[in-house]
């Protein structure tokens, strides 16, 4: 019997969890039988989807982690491996956007923040990621899976928003140079790059006819992406089914940037 996707006896770990894609990739892998952690700064974002988390039946936390910051980063993942004893899979999917008027107003502590949790906060998170799994592998214990959620901007050109999209070209970077490096210890490493999707951060731009009318009237399928589009992407790659798989950046954005 053909079962890869099956999550048994795994434990999948989601930065950014409490909402949108990050939810969406978490609630997906608890429903493959994952037990599933979730990062988030929001209380009461974390508990609302820890409810949605425990109706499938896995064990579920979730965690306030800040990963801005390396020592919170450092300190949440052991205390991920307190609770759970492992990592099978890391997803880093915490981030942040601005809206700038114009290239020429970026700067600031605004600026700081997109890099703090953009960049330095998922390199810190797949960092101990790896620190982990090479550990596991070097006592014998071979494997593990890496995501990065980058974004469909890490590619073309997107104005007003450069800070955003130069942390998501770097990160698919990042992950590329992991995949490379820790692959003779079993572990894979890809990138997932999102198209418009209908999230808390692209709430304003949903409710903007012009956008609507000028960019998701682009969109071959007609309509915004959803969060749990994102559920199948996030199972395969914490399983056996995406075994060699590793090094990609993978688009799911509707063939937007193939019209």
Not at 17 to 27: S, T, V, W
Not at 53 to 64: Q, S
Not at 88 to 108: E, M, Q, Y
Request: glycine letters at 12%.
């Amino acid at each position: 019997m053909y079962t890869p996707f099956d999550l048994t006896g795994r434990v999948a770990l989601v930065t950014g969890g409490n909402g949108g894609i990050g939810l969406g990739m978490a609630e997906a892998m608890a429903q493959a039988g994952a037990s599933v952690e979730i990062w988030g700064t929001n209380p009461e974002k974390n508990g609302r989807a820890l409810e949605r988390l425990k109706a499938h039946g896995t064990k579920v936390h979730a965690r306030i982690v800040d990963v801005s910051t390396e020592a919170n980063v450092v300190a949440g993942f052991n205390e991920t491996l307190a609770t759970f004893g492992r990592v099978d899979a890391c997803f880093a999917n915490a981030g942040v956007s601005n809206r700038w008027k114009s290239f020429l107003d970026i700067g600031g502590e605004d600026y700081r923040r997109v890099m703090a949790i953009n960049l330095d906060g998922m390199i810190w998170t797949m960092r101990e990621a790896c620190r982990h799994v090479k550990a596991r592998a070097e006592a014998g214990d071979p494997g593990g899976s890496i995501a990065a959620v980058a974004s469909l901007g890490a590619l073309f050109g997107a104005a007003r928003n450069q800070d955003y999209t130069a942390t998501k070209a770097a990160i698919v970077a990042v992950t590329n140079g992991i995949a490379v490096e820790f692959a003779r210890y079993g572990v894979r490493a890809n990138s997932i790059l999102p198209g418009w999707i209908a999230t808390e951060m692209t709430d304003a731009a949903q409710h903007n006819d012009v956008f609507t009318k000028n960019v998701i009237a682009r969109v071959p399928f007609r309509r915004w992406g959803r969060p749990d589009e994102f559920g199948g992407i996030a199972v395969y790659l914490a399983s056996d089914a995406s075994s060699f798989h590793t090094g990609d950046s993978i688009l799911i954005d509707g063939a937007f940037s193939k019209f």
